[in-house]
């Protein structure tokens, strides 16, 4: 057997271990760094922003790629700049 065979057991085992100091050795959690009023602040803004921002931006991201993308190729190959 090669040294390098006869050292992986000892290296998994080593990083077994370490896995599980660092699972123990964690800070207890906590279910929010809000609490109370301004989570629920925060909770009607983000919705907010979700139900009229995202939709409004992904419009524009698809306009722009099924109308202005198109337009821009069709306007390069009409004036001779492809290839």
């Avoid at 065979?5 to 207890?28: E, M, N, V």
């Avoid at 925060?42 to 698809?62: E, G, K, R, T, Y």
Wanted: proline share 5%.
């Amino acid at each position: 057997m090669s040294k390098r065979q006869s050292r992986r057991p000892a290296r998994g085992a080593l990083q077994f271990l370490g896995w599980w100091l660092a699972i123990l050795a964690t800070a207890p959690a906590r279910a929010s760094f809000l609490s109370g009023d301004l989570l629920d602040t925060v909770a009607d803004w983000m919705a907010l922003f979700v139900i009229f921002v995202v939709p409004c931006v992904v419009i524009v991201l698809f306009s722009l790629r099924s109308v202005f993308f198109p337009f821009v190729s069709l306007s390069t190959r009409r004036r001779g700049w492809s290839s």
